[in-house]
């Protein structure tokens, strides 16, 4: 291993070069002392058992941890809105008409865009169909959408609705992409020839940033790049992709994302998301949209006068005003995020994922009664922070284990256990922890 400073960061970083990994306690906890992150583990509420002794929580790719700075967030705004009522709007700490713009710098710094490009608001799906009424537009001739097959249920009923919505066959309008025979991720160059295959009536190809069983991360810039090269526009979804992956939207000229703050972005159960449009379609007053009076251009929005005139940039995008509430937990994490910073993360998180492959596999090998494979991509520039473990057999019995062992994993049905080692919250030691826990699995 080698270790390089970084100076814009002020951050000591350290790069694989065949690292030689140890399984015990004394080896992790050395990791542990190195990692200059390793501070913000103490900025997180972690669940209990009944003994009160903290949880190995390994379950962020589905709900991240509460930051301790949350309550303190809710009670200001509770506060606001008790002694100064509507006037919290104008008045308050925390002026509500602009709340949303508290949130927007640091959003565009986790995906890697200009701030006009980004705007926090509403929820996850909602936000995709917002975006896929500017960008899914059919025509005679151009009318289908490319996306992978197996993609999170919400995101299928999404597309499907929205072939149906226009009149359209949903089965003549998806294209869905699966992995070759004996494999479980997609390769990027199967993906691109479908893209090419469907040059001439592909109008949008939407697909996760991470697909959220295997944990593959699709590349987003050739995909998006192709979809240009044939004139379609590329959409992304990126529940599993923020916070835990160093995006560069802007710079990749992807075309639209949304994303949800309740995962790697820690910021409470349903909570408010995020969208990116391109800044060379955000500051176009005609790029088209539904509207709403959140949206319409600021200085003039409650002159209540017809005919709507967007806001510049993603904001003109919105509907509705801010969810003060979600937000203000939402900017408590925000802010971690930005003092951490993403690439700092994103190298810990590449470390972090090695070892617990390399622990899993460790008790693997000296246990009979584990039997899975990991799904997810070997290579760290193709996963972010998590392992899907495919069982041939024993998968609940394992998961059972680790639950009762006082550690949260995630099943997915009907053979997989999903494990996420959020940089934020998660050390090496837990890390090793965990192995030992599988590694003491028996099914009898």
Known sequence: MRILYMPKTKYWVKFETNMHFENNQKFAQNLDSADKLKQYKEEFIFPSNS??????????????LQPKGALHSLQVELTDWGKLGVEGHFHGNNPWFHYHKFLTDYSANVVGANPIEVVVMNHLTVNLHLLFATFYRPTKNRFKIIMEAGAFPSDMYAIESQALF???????????????????????????????????DTALVFFSGVQYYTGQYFDIRSITQKAHEVGAFAGFDLAHAAGNLDLKLHEWDVDFAAWCSYKYLNSGPGNVGGVFIHEK????????????????????????????????????WQLSNAPVFGMAVHLVSLKLFETAKIENLRNKSIQLTNYLQFVLEDAKSKNLDLDFNIITPSDSNSRGAQLSLLFEKNGRAVFDHITKNNSIVDWREPNVIRIAPAPLYNSFEDVQKLGEIFASFSKI
């Not at 003994?51 to 991240?64: H, M, R």
């Not at 699966?178 to 040059?199: A, H, M, V, W, Y």
């Not at 176009?284 to 949206?295: A, E, H, I, K, Q």
């Not at 251009?297 to 003109?316: D, N, V």
């Open 51 to 64: 003994d009160n002794v903290p949880t190995l929580y390994f379950c962020g790719n589905s709900l991240g």
């Open 281 to 316: 379609h955000c500051t176009n007053p005609s790029t088209p949209r539904l509207s709403g009076w959140w949206g319409h251009q600021e200085e003039s929005r409650f002159l209540m006068k017809k005919g709507y005139i967007p806001e510049l940039g993603a904001a003109g």
């Open 166 to 200: 226009h009149g359209l066959n949903p089965d003549e309008v998806i294209i869905e992409i699966s992995p070759r025979d004996g494999e479980f991720t997609l390769r990027t160059e199967d993906i691109l020839d479908t893209i090419e295959q469907n040059k001439t």
